[in-house]
T-cell receptor
Framework: DGGITQSPKYLFRKEGQNVTLSCEQNLNHDAMYWYRQDPGQGLRLIYYSQIVNDFQKGDIAEGYSVSREKKESFPLTVTSAQKNPTAFYLC????????????FGEGSRLTVL | AQSVTQLDSHVSVSEGTPVLLRCNYSSSYSPSLFWYVQHPNKGLQLLLKYTSAATLVKGINGFEAEFKKSETSFHLTKPSAHMSDAAEYFCVVSEWQAGTALIFGKGTTLSVSS
C-alpha cells in the first residue's frame, strides 16, 4: 500500500542529545514537509522540500536540520539547539501541482527528559 | 498574504445533532481550501477539499463544506453527529499557484456526547 511511514512513533531524549526522525514515502510525491504540533497551536511548518537535494526553511526552522538525498526520504534532526523540542512531529508529502493536498504520516512523539 | 481562522477552539454536540465548524480565510489568490481530521496521536486525514469547482463540497463520513467567497468562509457541516466524529479538525488554505506552503488553522476540537 502507498503511504508515508514515520519512525519511531515514540522517542525519548535527554537534554543535549540530537535525535533524528525518519520519514519515508512511496507515493512518488515531489514535495515533502515537516510540521510540529503543540496543543492549541495547530501545525507549524519546520522545513519543506520540493525536489531532491533542495529544501527550504519554514516558520520555525531554528534548532532543526533536514536532508533530501532521495525522493522517498526526508529525515528531520532535532538538534540540541532546539530549546523546547518536546512535541508531536508530522511528516507529509504532496504532488507539486496537486492543488496542495497533503498526505500525512502517523506522527512521531518526542519527549525530552 | 494568506491566513485562516477557525472561529471556535472547542465545539460540543450531542450524538445525532448537527455539526458546524466555522472557518474564515484570507487569500490574495483563488485559494484551495481543505478540511482535515485528526484523531488522538494520529496523523491528519483529508475530509474534503475545494479547488475552484463546485462551491458545495462533499467529503468522507457525511461531512460537507460550502465555499462562500463573499463571506470568505469555508464552514464544515454534518447533519447528524456520530460518536466516532469526536476528533480535532483543521481548516487549511493553500495558495499553491504562488508556490507557498499551506497555512493551517489552530484547530477545533469536536466533542460528541451520547
Amino acid at each position: 500500500d502507498g503511504g508515508i511511514t514515520q519512525s519511531p512513533k515514540y522517542l525519548f531524549r535527554k537534554e543535549g542529545q540530537n535525535v533524528t526522525l525518519s520519514c519515508e514515502q512511496n507515493l512518488n510525491h515531489d514535495a515533502m514537509y515537516w510540521y510540529r504540533q503543540d496543543p492549541g497551536q495547530g501545525l507549524r511548518l519546520i522545513y519543506y522540500s520540493q525536489i531532491v537535494n533542495d529544501f527550504q526553511k519554514g516558520d520555525i526552522a531554528e534548532g532543526y536540520s533536514v536532508s533530501r538525498e532521495k525522493k522517498e526520504s526526508f529525515p528531520l534532526t532535532v538538534t540540541s539547539a532546539q530549546k523546547n523540542p518536546t512535541a508531536f512531529y508530522l511528516c507529509a508529502s504532496s504532488y507539486l501541482t496537486g492543488g496542495g493536498e497533503l498526505f500525512f504520516g502517523e506522527g512521531s512523539r518526542l519527549t525530552v527528559l | 498574504a494568506q491566513s485562516v481562522t477557525q472561529l471556535d477552539s472547542h465545539v460540543s454536540v450531542s450524538e445525532g445533532t448537527p455539526v458546524l465548524l466555522r472557518c474564515n480565510y484570507s487569500s490574495s489568490y483563488s485559494p484551495s481550501l481543505f478540511w482535515y481530521v485528526q484523531h488522538p496521536n494520529k496523523g491528519l486525514q483529508l475530509l474534503l477539499k475545494y479547488t475552484s469547482a463546485a462551491t458545495l463540497v462533499k467529503g468522507i463520513n457525511g461531512f460537507e463544506a460550502e465555499f462562500k467567497k463573499s463571506e470568505t468562509s469555508f464552514h464544515l457541516t454534518k447533519p447528524s453527529a456520530h460518536m466516532s466524529d469526536a476528533a480535532e479538525y483543521f481548516c487549511v488554505v493553500s495558495e499553491w499557484q504562488a508556490g507557498t506552503a499551506l497555512i493551517f488553522g489552530k484547530g477545533t476540537t469536536l466533542s460528541v456526547s451520547s
